[in-house]
């Protein structure tokens, strides 16, 4: 994964082929000094001649240009690192102040080794003085806490706090929001882990971690506290909890006796008794890797093969839903490591009873049928014999997704009084009652607090009292401490220009006037008449796709047609295309075009496509465009309606032409 300079500096280098760039241009264009530019070059070099995709060529007084050896492939990697760039984690993509500190406490706190101030320079390309700019508010962060941040010559910086605030800290800082995404809103909403301190786990999984060294991603960390969680459950329901044909690792392993020392403590705090085996099962997971590598080797299908269908039917589920959870990293990370000791039950042929099986069925009906659904179309699943037990496990995933979904639509809020207390809550619990469904409630202060906040991630400030020249770019809007009619439509009133608001409201969706012309825009620019099929008499699914793919050809003018067809066969190995009797989306797996289409055929009397769909009627043909400019998916989210209004299906099925496609098309949005 390239940092976000480096991918920078390749779109650069790439679009200006084969013209030089000189390291002042670039660094203009990122914002750094020539020395940084030069740095991030070298870096980039480094990879691709590591992947043999090409070099840099640097010539004195022109200066540099890009050299591809490996075409096609070279195109592959430049359209994957463009498509994953917001997710990349590497060093060199640090170069805003929160995430420097983020790097700084963790480097303090997870990786015990010395930490210097000129190599954290180094590290994160930045000046000495700005790193001890980070730091002053680090100090800042680490204070409340009664944590100091201390240096020596000897030593380089340190932090010194007794171990309690020191858990506390990581707790607040590291893991707390994401606790939140992951389960305690889940716990909030359902009770479904109800009297169960998810913190104190966390806390505990943490301390013995740290003691043993041993380095785990948050995913890990998460998921080994969801199944205590769980386990812990199950036990005071009065569940019994097996253990056979499970992986066993060795007892001096320091996977193993970190997992006993974390069962000993668990039982001593809670006061219930896991079974001896309980500690080879989180073993399993701190040695999460080497696990999931025997249990993939026992499947027809590769690690990256499972995500690949995991992805696929989180895009299905995303066609009938409306969410973007083929988007969420974290809903896909948590599965994959959930799918590890899931695959290892199947392959035994066992699986373990969920308590809150009869709560999700209360509570998430609905999420739970569309979890098997779609996720029982994934092919590895498919020899096996799923209990609902094993799906809502699987839904308890999903439904924390579907929960991150929704807050993130919401606008988040700072009320502000004049001293944080008595009114604030008065405030504050108005505004949860009226408008929860629209805001979060990031803080509640004081007047006097103001100065301290970062307001980089507020979207609109509530106050009771002025605000003279104290905040420049965020709204405000001023409302009596009792918050009254007149104060929520004020609020309702700015609310109502936060773009992702839209789909909460009650009104019709596709009515912004800018929305609809974009929508418009983007039909006019994937749809052609000549990718338009209409055929009157009956056709095979293979003759449909073989014509539609013949005209995308025509249209790219170069030989397509055996690449097509075989990313639309590998797709369709996943799962099948068909949303509804009527709709099929065959796409590919990586893009082949050089621009973004859409081929439609339209078959009146239908076409048999599989056993399932025997008679679709309406075929779209996705093909997106290599570099990932054109957002496609849009145009799937316009195919929901296909799917829910069959009046709709039967006009655009009755459609003879081109134009009267369109038409009905683009009627339906408006």
């Known amino acids: 994964m390239l940092s976000k300079k480096e991918t920078h500096i390749l779109k650069l280098l790439y679009e200006h082929q084969p013209a030089f760039l000189t390291s002042q241009e670039l660094a203009a264009a990122l914002?750094?000094?020539d020395r940084t530019a030069r740095k991030y070059l070298h870096l980039l070099e480094d990879t691709l001649k590591e992947q043999g995709l090409g070099t840099i060529e640097g010539k004195q007084g022109c200066g540099y240009r890009l050299i591809i050896d490996q075409t096609d492939d070279f195109e592959l990697f430049y359209v994957r690192q463009v498509k994953t760039q917001p997710c990349s984690k590497d060093k060199g993509a640090i170069h805003e102040a929160q995430d420097r500190q983020y790097y700084i406490l963790?480097?303090?706190f997870f990786e015990q080794k010395a930490v210097y101030v000129d190599n954290l320079a180094d590290e994160l390309f930045v000046s000495r003085s700005t790193i001890s700019n980070d730091l002053v508010e680090v100090k800042k962060m680490l204070k409340p806490f009664e944590i100091e941040l201390c240096s020596k010559s000897n030593r380089g910086i340190f932090v010194v706090g007794n171990e309690k605030n020191i858990r506390h800290f990581i707790m607040n800082y590291f893991f707390l929001e994401r606790l939140q995404d992951n389960l305690y809103t889940f716990s909030t909403y359902t009770n479904l882990l109800e009297g169960i301190s998810i913190e104190e786990i966390?806390?505990?999984?943490?301390?013995e971690c740290r003691e043993a060294r041993l380095k785990l991603s948050d995913f890990i960390i998460f998921n080994i506290v969801l199944h205590i969680g769980l386990a812990i459950k199950r036990l005071q329901a009065g569940f019994d909890i097996e253990y056979t044909n499970m992986i066993e690792l060795p007892s001096q392993s320091v996977e193993y006796e970190t997992a006993l020392k974390i069962v000993h403590r668990i039982t001593e705090s809670m006061l219930i008794e896991f079974p001896q085996e309980e500690a080879n099962y989180i073993a399993l997971h701190l040695r999460n890797k080497i696990t999931a590598k025997r249990v993939y080797?026992?499947?027809t299908y590769s690690e990256a093969e499972i995500?690949?269908?995991?992805?696929e039917a989180l895009k299905a589920f995303d066609l009938e839903t409306g969410y973007q959870l083929h988007n969420d990293a974290i809903l896909i990370d948590g599965l994959m490591m959930h799918f590890t000791p899931f695959l290892l039950r199947l392959q035994n042929q066992m699986s373990i009873e969920n308590p809150l099986l009869e709560e999700i069925r209360l509570h998430y009906q609905d999420l739970l049928n569309l979890t098997m659904q779609y996720l029982s179309q994934m092919p590895v699943?498919?020899?096996h014999e799923i209990t609902d037990g094993e799906w809502a496990y699987l839904t308890i995933h999903i439904t924390a997704a579907v929960e991150r979904?929704?807050?993130e639509q919401k606008a988040r809020v700072l009320v502000i009084c004049a001293t944080g207390l008595g009114s604030s809550q008065m405030i504050k619990n108005r505004l949860e009652r009226e408008m929860g469904s629209k805001i979060v409630i990031e803080k509640v202060?004081?007047?006097?607090?103001?100065?301290?906040?970062n307001l980089d991630q507020i979207d609109l400030i509530i106050s009771s009292i002025n605000l003279p020249n104290v905040i420049h770019h965020t709204p405000i809007v001023y409302v009596s401490v009792f918050v009254g009619e007149e104060d929520i439509k004020k609020i309702n009133s700015e609310l109502s220009g936060f773009k992702q608001l839209n789909c909460l409201s009650n009104q019709p969706k596709n009515k912004d006037q800018d929305k609809l012309a974009d929508q418009i825009a983007l039909i006019h620019q994937c749809f052609r008449p000549d990718l338009f099929l209409h055929l009157e008499t009956a056709s095979t699914k293979e003759e449909v796709l073989d014509q539609l793919i013949e005209m995308l050809e025509k249209v790219e003018e170069k030989p397509i047609k055996e690449a097509v067809a075989k990313q639309l066969r590998l797709r369709e190995s996943y799962s099948s295309v068909a949303f509804s009797p009527y709709l099929a989306v065959p796409h590919p797996i990586e893009a082949v075009t050089e621009q973004a289409y859409v081929a439609a055929a339209v078959v009146p009397k239908g076409v048999y496509w599989e056993a399932d769909y025997p008679e679709i009627q309406l075929v779209f043909l996705l093909s997106p465009d290599k570099l990932g400019r054109v957002e496609l998916e849009k145009i799937s989210q316009m195919l929901v309606p296909i799917i829910e209004d069959d009046e709709f299906r039967q006009r655009l099925s009755s459609s003879r032409t081109y134009d009267d496609f369109i038409d009905q098309l683009i009627q339906r949005l408006s």
């Open 405 to 407: 979904y929704h807050n």
């Open 297 to 299: 080797q026992k499947t």
């Open 31 to 33: 914002g750094v000094s």
């Open 202 to 207: 966390v806390i505990i999984v943490l301390d």
């Open 381 to 383: 699943f498919q020899p």
């Open 445 to 453: 202060i004081s007047y006097y607090e103001i100065a301290d906040q």
């Open 106 to 108: 963790n480097q303090l």
């Open 307 to 311: 995500k690949a269908q995991l992805i």
